[in-house]
């Protein structure tokens, strides 16, 4: 079992991102769900420096659908994307 998986679809010609979310937290199940989320976000920063891959992609807000999406493009539109995720999620929830 993985924590995080990258996928590339040579159909759609996109990455996906699939994350475990199998784990029964602690109380402060929240926060123990927020620190989960970091460490797989810093294992994918880890992943993007060791690859020489820019962890600085634009996401362009206008004329565009705001989302979190799973897939992507690109490794790079994809590393955002899980980042604004962990962010918010972490954010909304106070941590």
Do not use: H, W
Not at 53 to 64: A, I, R
């Amino acid at each position: 079992m993985n924590d995080i998986d990258i996928t590339y679809d040579r159909e759609t010609k996109k990455y996906s991102l699939g994350i475990e979310t199998a784990y029964m937290f602690k109380e402060p199940r929240k926060k123990n769900e927020c620190k989960y989320l970091k460490q797989i976000l810093d294992a994918f920063t880890k992943f993007m420096d060791d690859n020489n891959y820019s962890k600085d992609y634009d996401v362009c807000l206008f004329m565009s659908n705001p989302s979190t999406d799973t897939s992507a493009e690109s490794i790079e539109e994809l590393y955002m994307n899980f980042k604004i995720f962990v962010k918010g999620y972490c954010k909304v929830y106070g941590f």
